[in-house]
């Protein structure tokens, strides 16, 4: 399984392993694309919720679970370490503060390329 540094590899995936730094990156966008989805409506006080803004919600909170289990993946931990992030500000600090294990471990190779392998 060869690392890439792209922040889009394996995008839709819960297979493989996300840095500190690419998912600080999603997590940005992902804030960003909800603020401009929701700011005209509270902008124009609409008391109910588009079907179209509702998939997007739904579609964001698939992709920002996606990118929770490859983040503990990259920390060596079960995709079930991604229900901390439940716990409000303490989970995503410490996803986005806990570095990952350098080298491959059993979720795939290093995504930061720093480990080599000397034989």
């Known amino acids: ?33 909800r603020i401009l989805l929701y700011t005209p409506a509270f902008i124009s006080k609409s008391a109910g919720q588009d079907t179209f803004q509702d998939f997007i919600h739904f579609a964001l909170i698939i992709i920002l679970l996606l990118q929770l289990i490859k983040r503990c993946h990259d920390i060596g931990s079960s995709g079930w370490l991604s229900l901390i992030a439940l716990i409000p500000l303490v989970g995503f600090l410490y996803l986005l503060l806990y570095p990952g294990i350098a080298g491959p471990n059993q979720y795939g190779d290093d995504p930061k390329n720093t480990y080599y392998n000397i034989d």
């Open 1 to 33: 399984m060869a690392a890439t540094n792209s922040v889009f590899t394996n995008f839709f995936s819960a297979k493989g392993r996300l840095r500190r730094r690419h998912f600080g990156i999603i997590l940005i966008i992902l804030v960003i694309i």
